[in-house]
């Protein structure tokens, strides 16, 4: 390859019938712009002059571009049925594998002062302090090509006594250090308090504990957990436009002008709010309901389940490391964490220029797939909380590319295919985690109810198999009420009864 032919479009590796028919489908003017080259290791590769090609003709090419044919399948793999991936929410994919709690740079760095620091690390819960504070730090300054922003909301689910507090005072220590400790916040008691936060400061984090109190309110319908809702729905989808605040009621016209109602008439121009919440799983999922599951809220978040408290640490102070030190001081210096002073409200506030991050082509060529792939588990979905729960699968999967990108290089981030195949992994198999939760714990009503008690009793507490009398003690229900739950698990095929030499009934899950 000659310096002359620098920006890649595409590598086909050796397969030759591939890039002839990707060639076939170019349009004759655009292969006048494009150069393939065959390398030593006899490879193909395609590649345009330097600013030959607009963007729109570039995305034309890519669309042109079977990912199937890719050396390696464009890492990602079409999904298979449903009902062997889980995304029906019948299997279980168990918890996000440990090898995907890592972003090279700034993420795995404050990960490793967090776990070295705590009183009983959790590997996960570090990750989540981690990226969730990143996100914050990045807030309002970066953005991708298609607008999205590193805005996330992010439950991370541990048994009491696990360690859910210490990611939390790192990230208070690190603001405290670097001077952003006026855009931290711990809680938010309604949906006009939440705006009026972000009025002040844009760009917010606030870190949340007993997170499942906030799904648990929405069961009551209530105004005030209504308008929080509403707000937190709407500050996700914002951060690339002007959120439009709450109209106050008319004042008479002797009333004496507050200086902020102008401010809540112009709106929140792109708000930045980042929310770290946490929670044990079990009064979590327990706070779920359909409409919890279907109102849009939970399909934003990520959730990740850090399980019980490992084995005691060795608790200490010590300083953050030099780089992540740096690195939180100039995001707070060049970032957008300007807001309105308070002494004078009238004073302009300087809005922030978010740098576009670029991606490679082969990053766009797997975008397409994440889209093909979500979009299959969306059609595949056999109800509404499945759809629900798959429609922002694409959008939160590029999230996390954009902070995987920052993480590893924050003055010159580019999204990669290794970006887009992690932040997918991740997505795809909370979404399956989040869809077998909620078949174990989401009830019509009470009857379904006990049945999802019975399955998750032998699930956690008799590792898939219990005696008679075990499960009965643990259901707390009369003997007649229980005899028609296992009849219904029985029928159904998710339990088998295996008859006991000395009498009795053992209970076995089919699929544990």
Same mark, same amino acid.
């Given at each position: 390859?000659?310096?002359?032919?620098?920006?890649?479009?595409?590598?086909?590796?050796?397969?030759?019938?591939?890039?002839?028919?990707?060639?076939?489908?170019?349009?004759?003017?655009?292969?006048?712009?494009?150069?393939?080259?065959?390398?030593?290791?006899?490879?193909?590769?395609?590649?345009?002059?330097?600013?030959?090609?607009?963007?729109?003709?570039?995305?034309?090419?890519?669309?042109?571009?079977?990912?199937?044919?890719l050396p390696d399948g464009g890492g990602l793999h079409p999904p298979k049925a449903t009902?062997?991936?889980? #995304?029906? *929410?019948?299997? !279980?994919?168990?918890? +996000?594998?440990? %090898?995907?709690?890592?972003?090279?740079?700034?993420? $795995?760095? &404050?990960?490793?002062?967090?776990?070295?620091?705590?009183?009983?690390?959790?590997?996960?819960?570090?990750?989540?302090?981690?990226?969730?504070?990143?996100?914050?730090?990045?807030?309002?300054?970066?953005?991708?090509?298609?607008?999205?922003?590193?805005?996330?909301?992010?439950?991370?689910?541990?048994?009491?006594?696990?360690?859910?507090?210490?990611?939390?005072?790192?990230?208070?220590?690190?603001?405290?250090?670097?001077?952003?400790?006026?855009?931290?916040?711990?809680?938010?008691?309604? #949906?006009? *308090?939440?705006? !009026?936060?972000?009025? +002040?400061?844009? %760009?917010?984090?606030?870190?949340?504990?007993?997170? $499942?109190? &906030?799904?648990?309110?929405?069961?009551?319908?209530?105004?005030?957990?209504?308008?929080?809702?509403?707000?937190?729905?709407?500050?996700?989808?914002?951060?690339?436009?002007?959120?439009?605040?709450?109209?106050?009621?008319?004042?008479?016209?002797?009333?004496?002008?507050?200086?902020?109602?102008?401010?809540?008439?112009?709106?929140?121009?792109?708000?930045?709010?980042?929310?770290?919440?946490?929670?044990?799983?079990?009064?979590?999922?327990?706070?779920?309901?359909?409409?919890?599951?279907?109102?849009?809220?939970?399909?934003?978040?990520?959730? +990740?389940?850090?399980?019980?408290?490992?084995?005691?640490?060795?608790?200490?102070?010590?300083?953050?490391?030099?780089?992540?030190?740096?690195?939180?001081?100039?995001?707070?210096?060049?970032?957008?964490?300007?807001?309105?002073?308070?002494?004078?409200?009238?004073?302009?506030?300087?809005?922030?220029?978010?740098?576009?991050?670029?991606?490679?082509?082969?990053?766009?060529?797997?975008?397409?797939?994440?889209?093909?792939?979500?979009?299959?588990?969306?059609?595949?979905?056999?109800?509404?909380?499945?759809?629900?729960?798959?429609?922002?699968?694409?959008?939160?999967?590029?999230?996390?590319?954009?902070?995987?990108?920052?993480?590893?290089?924050?003055?010159?981030?580019?999204?990669?295919?290794?970006?887009?195949?992690?932040?997918?992994?991740?997505?795809?198999?909370?979404?399956?985690?989040?869809?077998?939760?909620?078949?174990?714990?989401?009830?019509?009503?009470?009857?379904?109810?006990?049945?999802?008690?019975?399955?998750?009793?032998?699930?956690?507490?008799?590792?898939?198999?219990?005696?008679?009398?075990?499960?009965l003690r643990y259901m707390h229900i009369d003997a007649d009420t229980f005899r028609k739950?296992?009849?219904?698990?029985?029928?159904?095929?998710?339990?088998?009864?295996?008859?006991?030499?000395?009498?009795?009934?053992?209970?076995?899950?089919?699929?544990?």
């Amino acid at each position: 390859m000659t310096n002359e032919y620098t920006d890649l479009v595409v590598g086909f590796g050796e397969n030759l019938d591939a890039y002839a028919k990707w060639d076939a489908k170019v349009p004759t003017y655009l292969k006048q712009k494009l150069q393939p080259r065959q390398t030593a290791a006899d490879e193909i590769h395609v590649y345009a002059k330097p600013g030959s090609l607009s963007a729109i003709e570039r995305e034309h090419l890519l669309e042109l571009v079977d990912p199937k044919d890719l050396p390696d399948g464009g890492g990602l793999h079409p999904p298979k049925a449903t009902e062997e991936v889980g #995304g029906d *929410g019948k299997r !279980d994919p168990g918890p +996000l594998p440990e %090898a995907l709690l890592s972003a090279p740079g700034f993420v $795995d760095e &404050l990960m490793a002062h967090t776990l070295k620091t705590a009183p009983y690390p959790n590997k996960t819960l570090a990750f989540a302090g981690a990226l969730t504070m990143l996100a914050h730090l990045s807030g309002r300054r970066y953005r991708d090509k298609r607008n999205l922003r590193t805005n996330i909301y992010l439950i991370a689910l541990a048994e009491s006594g696990a360690g859910k507090d210490h990611p939390r005072k790192v990230n208070v220590n690190l603001a405290a250090a670097v001077g952003l400790m006026p855009t931290m916040a711990d809680r938010f008691a309604s #949906g006009p *308090g939440l705006e !009026d936060a972000l009025l +002040l400061k844009p %760009a917010s984090f606030f870190q949340i504990d007993e997170a $499942d109190t &906030l799904f648990k309110c929405l069961q009551d319908k209530d105004s005030t957990t209504e308008q929080i809702y509403g707000a937190l729905l709407q500050f996700f989808t914002s951060a690339d436009t002007v959120y439009s605040m709450r109209k106050k009621a008319l004042q008479s016209a002797s009333a004496k002008p507050n200086p902020f109602d102008k401010l809540r008439a112009a709106g929140i121009r792109e708000p930045h709010l980042v929310m770290l919440g946490t929670a044990v799983p079990r009064y979590f999922y327990q706070a779920l309901s359909e409409r919890a599951l279907e109102n849009g809220l939970l399909s934003r978040c990520l959730v +990740l389940e850090a399980g019980e408290r490992g084995k005691s640490g060795n608790p200490h102070y010590e300083p953050f490391p030099e780089r992540v030190r740096t690195a939180a001081e100039k995001f707070a210096r060049e970032g957008g964490f300007e807001g309105i002073d308070l002494a004078k409200p009238e004073a302009p506030v300087a809005m922030p220029e978010p740098m576009v991050v670029p991606e490679t082509d082969l990053a766009t060529v797997a975008y397409r797939q994440v889209v093909a792939a979500a979009e299959a588990r969306y059609d595949a979905a056999p109800d509404t909380t499945g759809k629900a729960l798959w429609t922002r699968a694409a959008e939160k999967t590029m999230k996390l590319a954009l902070l995987y990108a920052i993480s590893q290089n924050p003055q010159s981030p580019l999204i990669t295919p290794e970006a887009v195949r992690w932040g997918w992994a991740i997505v795809d198999h909370l979404t399956r985690r989040m869809l077998y939760q909620a078949s174990m714990y989401v009830a019509d009503n009470n009857f379904d109810a006990y049945r999802q008690k019975a399955v998750r009793y032998l699930r956690d507490y008799g590792h898939g198999s219990l005696n008679h009398g075990q499960l009965l003690r643990y259901m707390h229900i009369d003997a007649d009420t229980f005899r028609k739950v296992i009849d219904t698990l029985t029928e159904s095929e998710m339990i088998v009864s295996h008859p006991l030499s000395k009498g009795g009934f053992r209970y076995s899950l089919v699929n544990l």
